[in-house]
C-alpha cells in the first residue's frame, strides 16, 4: 500500500484523493491544507493538518495547488530522502525546490469542482529524477487510471500548449458559434451534433484528413459572403484561421 | 408512403437514398445522376437515369449535388405544382429557380462518403413556401430523423457560418495541437481524451460557464510564456483568440 500526503485543498487535490482512496494500491493518510479540511476528508476521516511541521511519513507527497505558487510553497518542505511531485502541466519539475527527490504526477484535463469526474480515461503524464521513483508513480498511476504516460518538462509545457488550443480555444469557438445562433434565434442544440462528430471523427482520421469546409476547398465565393454574416471580432477570427488551413 | 426523386450522385445524395430505404413512410422511386448509379442503386434496383425529361412522378424531388451548381441545375426542372427542394447550408429556397413549389431539406452535419452514418441523431433543418409541404418535408425528416427543426433561410446561413466555426476551425485547432505534438515526440491520443471532454462539456454548461485556461484567468505570465513556445503562425492564432476570451 503506497502511502500518500496530499498536499492542497482545491479541485485537483480533492478528485485526486477521492481517487486514491477508492483504488486499493494507495491510500491517502493526510491532507495538508491551509483552510478548514474538505467536506470529503472529514466524511472519510481523512486526518487534515494546518501545520507543514506535523507531516507525516508517507511514500509520496503529491503538491496539488496554483501553477505561481508551487515553487515558493515547496521551498518549505523539508522532506529529504522522500519523493515529492507536483500536478502541473506548466511548471518544470526542477521548479520544485523542496529539499527531496522530485517528479511530477500530471492529470491532463480540465478538473472542475462541481463535476463528477473518473480518473480512468484520463492520461497522467509522468516524471522522475531517478527509475525507482518513477516506478513508484507508475504504480500510483496505473491504480487509477488506464492511460499512463512518460512526459518530461520539456514536452509536458508543449502538451500544455497544445491542450489550451483543443480545450480553451475551441470552447471559444463553441461560444462563438453559440453566440452567432442566439442573435438569429436558432437553437444552439441544432449545432451540438456536428459538435460531438468533429471530436469523435478525429478518433478515426488525422485532423488533416478530417478537414472539410471552404477553407479547405478554397472556394472563395462561401468565404467572402460568410465574412459579411459576422462582427468585426468574429471576421478577424474567421479570416487568420481561414488562412491558416489555405496555407496547409 | 412519400414517393423521392433523389437528384445527384455525391455523398449526401447516396446516404439519403440509403436513409430513404430504410424508413418505412418513403420510398425513393428513382435517382438522377449524370454519370453512372452507385453500387447502391444498383444494389437495391432503384431505377437511375441520366435525363431530366425522364423524371418520374413524384411527392418530393430533393436536389443533392454542390452548392454553386444548385440554382442553374434547378433552372433546367420541369416540375409544375410539385415540391422541389435542395439540401445545402448556404443557398436559399429562393435561389431555387425550378418552375415547381421550392423548399429546403438541410442536414446539418459533415457527411462524407466513406464513414457510416446515422440520419437518427443528425439536425434536419426544413423550410418550405407553404404549410401542407412544410408538413410533407417534416413527416419525411421525422422518418430518418429524431431532430427537425424550422429554420428560415436568413437563420440558415447564418447557421451554417456557425458550423464552419464548430467543425472546420475547431477542427483546425484539432490540426494545430496535433502539430505540436508531432513536433516534440508527444502521442496526439494524450490529447484525445480532453478534446472528447470539451466538447461534451458544452451538453450541461454554456461555452461561457464551461471556459478556463490561462486567456480566461488573465493569466499574463502563462501566456507570455506560451507564446515563446509557438512558431509565428500559431502565435498569431493564439493571440488572436486570446483576446478575443478576455474581451469576454
Known amino acids: 500500500m503506497t502511502r500518500i500526503v496530499i498536499l492542497g485543498n482545491g479541485n485537483v487535490a480533492i478528485q485526486l484523493t477521492k481517487a486514491f482512496v477508492k483504488s486499493k494500491e494507495c491510500t ?24 507543514l511541521e506535523q507531516l507525516k511519513d508517507a511514500d509520496l507527497y503529491i503538491i496539488a495547488i496554483s ?22 502541466g506548466s511548471v518544470a519539475m526542477n521548479d520544485l525546490q523542496s529539499n527531496s527527490n522530485k517528479g511530477v504526477f500530471y492529470p ?14 484520463i492520461p497522467i503524464c509522468l516524471e522522475a529524477e531517478n527509475e525507482n521513483d518513477y516506478q513508484l508513480l507508475q504504480r500510483v498511476a496505473n491504480s487509477i487510471s488506464k492511460k499512463v504516460y512518460t512526459i518530461n518538462s520539456n514536452q509536458r509545457k508543449k502538451l500544455h500548449v497544445a491542450a489550451v488550443f483543443v480545450n480553451n480555444f475551441v470552447n471559444h469557438l463553441y461560444k462563438i458559434g453559440n453566440d452567432i445562433c442566439a442573435d438569429n434565434e436558432i437553437d444552439f442544440d441544432i449545432l451540438k451534433p456536428l459538435i460531438k462528430e468533429t471530436a469523435n471523427k478525429i478518433t478515426t482520421l488525422s485532423p488533416t484528413e478530417a478537414q472539410t469546409g471552404p477553407a479547405k476547398r478554397n472556394d472563395k465565393k462561401t468565404i467572402e ?20 488551413i489555405l496555407k496547409n
Chains 1, 2 share one sequence.
Open 67 to 88: 501553477d505561481d505558487a508551487i515553487s515558493d510553497f515547496s521551498k518549505k518542505l523539508i522532506l529529504k530522502n522522500k519523493l515529492v511531485v507536483h500536478t502541473s
Open 225 to 244: 459572403k460568410q465574412l459579411q454574416l459576422l462582427n468585426n471580432e468574429q471576421q478577424t477570427i474567421y479570416k487568420i484561421l481561414t488562412e491558416s
Open 108 to 121: 491532463l484535463q480540465s478538473i472542475s469542482k462541481s463535476k463528477k469526474i473518473s480518473f480512468k480515461n
Open 28 to 51: 491517502v493518510i493526510q491532507v495538508y491544507s491551509r483552510s478548514k479540511p474538505s467536506p470529503y476528508s472529514l466524511k472519510k476521516n481523512i486526518p487534515t493538518t494546518h501545520h
